[in-house]
């Protein structure tokens, strides 16, 4: 596309192609709760072993090690998911350009699934650590492509004057699973003794969620393909290398949105299983506080901080189809920069009022509006040819980076400092500002015509398609 060509709207390509019919209301309403059922599998995958990082894979597979080190070793297993998830997200993100997302989100969640429930059943000792890795690492490659998959799908299908919204509505499910295991946790801890949590206790959610696993493979049999994926088999553009042509022209949207998601997934991470893991290992001593208590205090923050963030992200992604992607997302990421070290204080002084307001400012609010922001702007960056690939490798390697990465050297940091609250602050803040220049390297994409097959970045005049976009907006 040339630089002075303005890029084409979705209102403008189905006047151009008026025989390409959208979805019907009962393929969008089973879109939303496929994507949802699935992000609760990964979510509560996800919080379940962050949540037995901080609380009981140290004491269970990492007791011989100490305190400090055992917490280490027990992060690194859970940052090892996410070493495999840009590897997950190179093979199922060009599976996905390929072959289809719905065929895509079935094997992801499938193999999620199964790794999890198998967690549940694993030896303790050094051979249960070593097959904890292995499982983790196929957890983590599972869902390399899972979250992608759902936002890319749903924001094919939904209206256009209303994607923002439609394309955050399956990440409800994100919160969904975090509410549904750390509510989990927290009735094993009221329910029974330390010892017995640790002995068995802790297995039983991650054998449950086989339940889950079964609900997600029906949703997703009975599961429409996205249209923009059929009309790119009906114009034979599905090319054999999708992630080859991301990786030579869609550069400058892939660096962007790494970047963009480093305040999100790091503040998602870091806000939760981090912070009940500062709670729990460094406040409890500095205080001379019962570790049980702040446990209990750190998790019903994420409970309390969970369930509002089913309300947050899907209004955030409302609010992006009134005013934009960028803006919000921008707001979504100075506001984190700022709250950063105020919130690690409040966390730091272990009263349950100011650790839960902390999680809700940084988590609720901070993350969430930039998560709400991002399903649908990642999907309208990249072209269609490629769109699946370029989406699930910036979420990846972002997640790598912020969300495997950063709680181990954030807690080694922390642990060099004494557990000096301000040291996660400022770490926190540096992903944010990150996450800043993120925002200033991408476009506004609102009502982008996901059809197009070149980029949003770079593809066209920036200022001719806002007027476009504009215009049609208005009606």
């Known amino acids: 596309m040339s630089s002075g060509q303005v890029v084409r709207t979705d209102a403008a390509a189905h006047a151009a192609n008026p025989e390409q019919a959208g979805p019907t209301a009962e393929q969008l309403r089973r879109a939303i709760v496929t994507g949802a059922v699935g992000s609760a599998l990964e979510y509560y995958d996800f919080a379940m072993y962050g949540l037995a990082s901080a609380l009981v894979f140290n004491r269970v597979f990492f007791a011989s090690l100490g305190t400090t080190a055992g917490l280490l070793a027990s992060f690194a297993t859970f940052g090892a998911g996410f070493l495999a998830r840009p590897l997950g997200g190179l093979f199922f993100g060009s599976l996905g350009d390929r072959k289809g997302r719905k065929f ?51 924001a094919e299908m939904a209206p256009v004057k209303r994607r923002g919204y439609y394309a955050a509505l399956p990440f409800v499910g994100i919160f969904a699973g975090l509410t549904l295991a750390t509510f989990t946790f927290k009735i094993l801890q009221s329910s029974m003794s330390p010892d017995e949590l640790l002995a068995w ?61 480093l305040a999100e997934t790091g503040g998602s991470t870091i806000y939760t299983a981090v912070a009940i893991a500062y709670l729990s290992n460094f406040v409890s001593v500095q205080q001379h506080l019962p570790r049980a208590q702040l446990d209990a205090i750190g998790t019903r923050a994420v409970l309390i901080a969970s369930l509002l963030s089913i309300f947050t992200t899907p209004l955030f992604g409302a609010l992006t189809d009134r005013v934009g992607r960028l803006p919000v997302y921008r707001v979504g990421a100075v506001f984190s920069v700022v709250w950063a070290i105020p919130a690690w204080w409040m966390i730091s002084t272990a009263d349950p009022f100011w650790v839960t307001l902390a999680l809700v400012g940084g988590f609720s609010f901070g993350a ?59 770490y926190m803040a540096t992903l944010a500002v990150l996450t800043v220049i993120g925002t200033l390297l991408s476009t506004e994409t609102r009502l982008r015509d996901l059809t197009d097959l070149d980029d949003a970045v770079g593809a066209g005049s920036a200022d001719g398609y806002a007027r476009e976009a504009a215009a049609v907006a208005r009606g």
């Open 104 to 154: 895509v989100l079935l094997a992801t969640v499938t193999l999620m699934g199964v790794a999890t429930t198998l967690i549940g059943a694993l030896p303790t000792g050094p051979i249960g650590a070593v097959l904890l890795v292995a499982l983790r690492l196929l957890q983590g490659f599972g869902a390399g492509a899972e979250q992608t998959g759902a936002a890319t799908l749903m």
């Open 201 to 261: 206790g802790w297995r039983v959610p991650f054998l449950a969620s086989i339940v889950l696993i079964g609900m997600a493979i029906w949703i997703r049999l009975r599961l429409k393909e996205s249209p923009v994926f059929e009309q790119l088999e009906r114009k034979h553009e599905v090319i054999g290398a999708p992630m080859r042509l991301m990786l030579r022209k869609g550069r400058r949207p892939l660096i962007a949105t790494t970047l963009m998601r």
């Open 368 to 426: 969430n509006s930039m998560l709400g922001s991002q399903c649908a702007h990642f999907a309208e960056l990249f072209g269609n040819r490629y769109r699946y690939s370029g989406v699930a490798l910036s979420r990846e390697l972002g997640a790598l980076l912020a969300g495997g990465l950063a709680p181990i050297l954030g807690l080694f940091l922390v642990s060099l400092s004494g557990g000096r609250f301000w040291v996660m602050g400022v």
